[in-house]
């Protein structure tokens, strides 16, 4: 299949990790809603039962495993288990996450060493665990427009999805270099109004909150199953996380200013009472945050969507004028 072939969703085998809360969970319940054959894998059983059951109970068809992404036999057998049932796998999703709110300094070590696993480490044995199973597809990965700038506060969080990117850029060169039929995407959402500030452990005096402005989960949902149908090496989430990074790219001491004004946003109101998920799971099975609810549209993604055939007619376009215009010139030397 070449990168600009469409295999719909509907036709396809998705693996998705993280699959019982935020965008895991999101994607989940849209590619089952479209009839996908899906295989989940977390850390929850009776959470990852409930999600597969909602899906067939909507018409769709979900099997599970039970895996936590940091530990690498457990995501084997989990890939190996996907093959069982369906024989293939299609998309392989990245999505398990977990943050954690805290000055660096003031960071336990061994969180910060838990968070690593997880977030790259588990990042990294999804990829391995695809890439030797998979004869063609997508691999797509999760990371965050952190990837790319500094984050206070947020610091563990942003120096794993730093480590994300970097690593899916160099393992996209070495199987492209190997001839692979493989496809990497590198998916970089905003703010998103998702549980994982709820979930997060938090150090900071307030409730932990997801930097603003949130949106909704399934933005990047619906942007996953996109990059699942049609080839995106790299695709940011939301407007103004792309505005985030092209500002901290050309004006980065300015932006340093900014982000440090976003501290005390960061942990503000009082503390919810809420089981952390760094080192165990959260069985209540959510997509969003409670009582919030982040922005449903994006000007610059729907611009980004449509920009292959937008460039298209633009290039017809200014192709059909060179051709009048040239065409105009020979008619004028030949009289």
């Not at 457990?74 to 890939?79: F, L």
């Not at 369906?86 to 709110?101: F, H, K, L, P, Q």
């Not at 910060?112 to 480490?121: A, K, S, V």
């Amino acid at each position: 299949m070449s990168p600009q072939e469409i295999c719909p969703v509907e036709d396809q085998v998705l693996l998705i990790t993280g699959a019982t809360s935020g965008i895991g969970l999101a994607t989940a319940q849209m590619a089952g809603g479209r009839g996908a054959k899906l295989f989940l894998v977390a850390r929850g059983e009776a959470a990852l039962a409930q999600v597969a059951r909602d899906v067939r109970l909507r018409g769709g068809e979900a099997d599970y495993a039970v895996a936590d992404v940091a530990d690498v036999a457990a995501v084997e057998a989990a890939a190996d288990a996907a093959l069982v049932r369906y024989g293939r796998i299609d998309t392989w999703v990245n999505c398990a996450g977990v943050a954690i709110y805290a000055k660096l300094l003031e960071l336990p070590d061994a969180e910060h060493r838990r968070l690593f696993d997880t977030n790259y480490f588990g990042v990294v044995n999804g990829a391995r665990a695809a890439a030797r199973r998979m004869r063609r597809g997508t691999i797509i990965t999760v990371a965050s427009i952190a990837s790319d700038f500094p984050s206070p506060i947020l610091g563990a969080y942003a120096a794993s999805k730093h480590a994300v990117a970097g690593f899916i850029g160099s393992l996209r060169i070495e199987l492209e270099s190997e001839g692979s039929p493989l496809r990497l995407s590198l998916v970089k959402p905003s703010g998103m109004a998702t549980p994982i500030a709820d979930h997060a452990v938090n150090h900071r005096p307030g409730r932990a909150r997801v930097p603003p402005p949130a949106y909704d989960p399934d933005l990047a949902a619906s942007t996953i199953l996109a990059c699942a149908e049609r080839y995106r090496r790299e695709v940011t989430v939301g407007g103004f996380g792309r505005a985030q990074t092209l500002f901290a790219a050309h004006f980065p001491t300015i932006a340093d200013r900014i982000s440090a004004l976003i501290i005390p946003w960061l942990s503000r109101g009082p503390r919810i009472d809420a089981r952390d998920s760094l080192f165990l799971p959260v069985e209540r099975v959510r997509v969003r945050a409670h009582n919030e609810t982040g922005r449903r549209a994006s000007v610059y993604g729907t611009l980004d969507r449509l920009r292959a055939p937008v460039l298209l007619a633009t290039a017809g376009a200014s192709g059909l004028l060179l051709w009048r215009t040239f065409r105009s010139r020979r008619l004028a030397t030949s009289e």
